[in-house]
């Protein structure tokens, strides 16, 4: 079974620690530090159980990834996705990659403010991987040894401004403003056998109570173990670095109808797509000030769980 610890904010000081929930109760087990020193004292067997802890409050609960990070994200790689992105999964050929601000880590509850420049705001629920190890030379991973690589599992939110991201035509940008990427409540520490109820992993994100997104890991075409092996053939990544796997379909934004896409095709590229952002305007499904988003990660038999994000989309200030 995993081992799950929480990130906590130190009340009346500056600060957090760190507790493990073990057989039911919260254990303070060490005393500030990073995702890495964590990881590192769990390897080392060096962490201290220490006192019953009573369960923090929602707004107590920080990001269990601290910062510095690198945040590296795959593109449209489940095949529900791809398939509302008007592709066909089968014939997707390559691994997309990018990168997001670790800037953008936030906590998984309280507010998520939406920028003044950010007009359709979309939700995607991710899940994932934390880094383990060093890896600064290219590695062959496979399932088999994929747990000498990885630390484990965390619950994230790839939000996503599209009104900046589809004319820019670029990731970066539109994924990378403060807060846009919620990450836990919980951090996941995995034993070998932890990692063969991957693809059982369901993926599940709520709007104002209505179910928009609702898949299993399965449905990813590019999986955890073919992705480190090709980032480690171009980076180094080191312990409490994250990679977002991607999201399932239930997003916010859909490819339009083909006769539409066909019609776009002999506009000019600029006018095309300000049609198509001024049709997105309308939908109701783009998150808005005052829309509650709670999303959950876990294996129907409850094996494993990454516990739920709860948070409100709250206008710029």
Same mark, same amino acid.
Request: proline share 6%; net charge negative.
């Given at each position: +079974?995993? !081992?799950?610890?929480?990130?906590?904010?130190e009340?009346?000081?500056?600060?957090?620690f760190?507790?493990?929930?073990?057989?039911?109760?919260? #254990? !303070?087990?060490? %005393? $500030? $530090?990073?995702?890495?020193?964590?990881?590192?004292?769990?390897?080392?067997?060096?962490?201290?159980?220490? %006192?019953?802890?009573?369960?923090?409050?929602?707004?107590?609960?920080? =990001?269990?990834?601290?910062?510095?990070?690198?945040?590296?994200?795959?593109?449209?790689?489940?095949?529900?996705?791809?398939?509302?992105?008007? #592709? %066909?999964?089968?014939?997707?050929?390559?691994?997309?990659?990018?990168?997001?601000?670790?800037?953008?880590i936030?906590?998984?509850?309280?507010?998520?403010?939406r920028?003044?420049?950010?007009?359709?705001?979309d939700?995607?629920i991710?899940?994932?991987?934390?880094?383990?190890?060093?890896?600064?030379?290219?590695?062959?991973? @496979?399932?088999?040894n994929?747990?000498?690589?990885?630390?484990g599992?965390?619950?994230?939110? @790839?939000?996503?401004?599209r /009104?900046?991201?589809i004319p820019?035509?670029?990731?970066?940008? &539109?994924? =990378?403003? !403060?807060?846009?990427?919620p990450? $836990?409540?919980?951090?996941a520490?995995?034993?070998?056998? @932890?990692?063969?109820?991957?693809? @059982?992993?369901?993926?599940?994100t709520?709007?104002?109570?209505?179910?928009?997104?609702?898949e299993?890991?399965?449905? +990813?075409?590019?999986?955890?173990?073919?992705?480190?092996s090709?980032l480690?053939?171009? +980076?180094?990544?080191?312990?409490?670095?994250?990679?977002?796997?991607?999201?399932? &379909?239930?997003?916010a934004?859909?490819?339009? /109808?083909?006769?539409? +896409?066909?019609? $776009?095709?002999?506009?000019?590229?600029k #006018?095309?797509?300000?049609?198509?952002?001024?049709?997105?305007?309308g939908?109701?499904?783009?998150?808005?000030?005052?829309? !509650?988003?709670?999303?959950?990660?876990s294996?129907?038999?409850?094996?494993? /769980?990454?516990?739920?994000?709860?948070?409100?989309?709250?206008?710029?200030?």
């Amino acid at each position: +079974m995993p !081992r799950y610890f929480l990130r906590i904010e130190e009340a009346g000081a500056p600060g957090h620690f760190w507790a493990e929930r073990v057989n039911g109760e919260l #254990r !303070r087990v060490s %005393d $500030g $530090g990073s995702t890495a020193d964590l990881i590192e004292a769990v390897q080392n067997n060096s962490l201290q159980s220490g %006192d019953v802890i009573a369960e923090p409050e929602p707004s107590a609960i920080l =990001s269990p990834i601290t910062t510095p990070t690198q945040l590296i994200c795959q593109f449209a790689n489940y095949a529900s996705h791809l398939r509302e992105g008007g #592709r %066909d999964p089968a014939k997707v050929s390559r691994n997309v990659i990018f990168a997001k601000a670790a800037s953008s880590i936030g906590p998984p509850n309280g507010a998520v403010i939406r920028p003044k420049a950010v007009t359709l705001l979309d939700y995607e629920i991710e899940i994932g991987l934390v880094i383990g190890r060093s890896i600064t030379e290219a590695v062959e991973v @496979d399932a088999g040894n994929q747990s000498d690589f990885l630390a484990g599992l965390v619950l994230t939110n @790839d939000l996503s401004a599209r /009104n900046v991201q589809i004319p820019e035509q670029q990731a970066f940008k &539109g994924k =990378s403003y !403060r807060g846009f990427t919620p990450c $836990g409540p919980l951090l996941a520490l995995f034993q070998p056998e @932890d990692w063969v109820g991957l693809d @059982d992993l369901q993926l599940r994100t709520w709007v104002n109570g209505e179910l928009r997104q609702d898949e299993v890991a399965a449905d +990813m075409v590019f999986k955890p173990a073919e992705t480190l092996s090709e980032l480690s053939g171009v +980076m180094d990544l080191h312990p409490g670095d994250l990679i977002l796997t991607g999201t399932p &379909g239930g997003t916010a934004l859909k490819a339009p /109808n083909k006769i539409i +896409m066909t019609i $776009g095709k002999f506009l000019p590229e600029k #006018r095309a797509i300000g049609a198509f952002l001024s049709k997105q305007q309308g939908k109701r499904e783009y998150l808005r000030p005052g829309d !509650r988003v709670r999303c959950a990660i876990s294996t129907a038999n409850g094996a494993i /769980n990454l516990g739920e994000q709860n948070f409100t989309i709250a206008d710029h200030l």
